[in-house]
């Protein structure tokens, strides 16, 4: 449930007064001893009134005079700058009052007339306005013109920029594509070498091999190196008489 808002006018009934004071003093002075404790800064409270006999004072009297001898050292310019009574405060509330009615009004015409412009658009006629509605219709329509305007330009900006971007993708797709199918330049090859891995003794041994199997002689001797030989006859006759070897 919200609270009530109290309405700031003097309070005729003397019982509801003196109970709303003593409500509201010692709310104010929580606040200034808060306001000082928070903040660190030289605050005090004098509250003179008819309910008691000597005014309350915080945080006491010593402390009161200390804050008020540093203020009255001031400037006087210092002094009255920042100072408020009731009727200076009255003053700003009311100041403040009309600036935030000067802003609703403002807003409420302007959208009375952006629903007028929408009737209008569906075919109402205007016949009722007078000239200063039509003035200020005519402002709403050049704001909501200014308005199209602007989101056509953006959307022309965003709509070159992807162009511009597509543009640019394609080529580098495309050059990349013509790199990829570039011919490479041939490579110099060299000639494969076998190497067989044999020591000198077993490259003789397969010499003699070879020119013994191509030679077309009918006999070949082979010696070892004691007068004996053995006689090894010519492959080239048929010396297999078996069928399966021709």
Known sequence: MTRKKVKLAFITNDSARKATFKKRKKGLMKKVSELSTLCGIDACA????PYDTSPEVWPNTMGAQRVLAEFKRMPEMEQSKKMVNQ?????????????QLKKQSKEN?????????????TGKGLQNLNLGDLNDLGWVIDQNLKEVYKRI??????????????????????AAAAASQAVPPPMEQKPAVVELGLDPMQRTQTE???DWMNSNTSDQHIGYGHADEMILPNFNANVWPNNFYP
Do not use: C, D, N
């Open 46 to 49: 004098i509250i003179y009134s």
């Open 208 to 210: 003699w091999f070879t």
């Open 109 to 121: 015409r302007e959208k009375e007339m952006t629903e007028v412009m929408y009737q209008g658009l």
């Open 153 to 174: 330009e953006a959307v022309k900006k965003g709509a070159s920029t992807s162009s511009s971007s597509s543009v640019a993708a394609a080529a580098a797709a495309v």
């Open 87 to 99: 009727e200076s405060f009255i003053r700003q509330r009311i100041a403040k009052a009309s600036e």
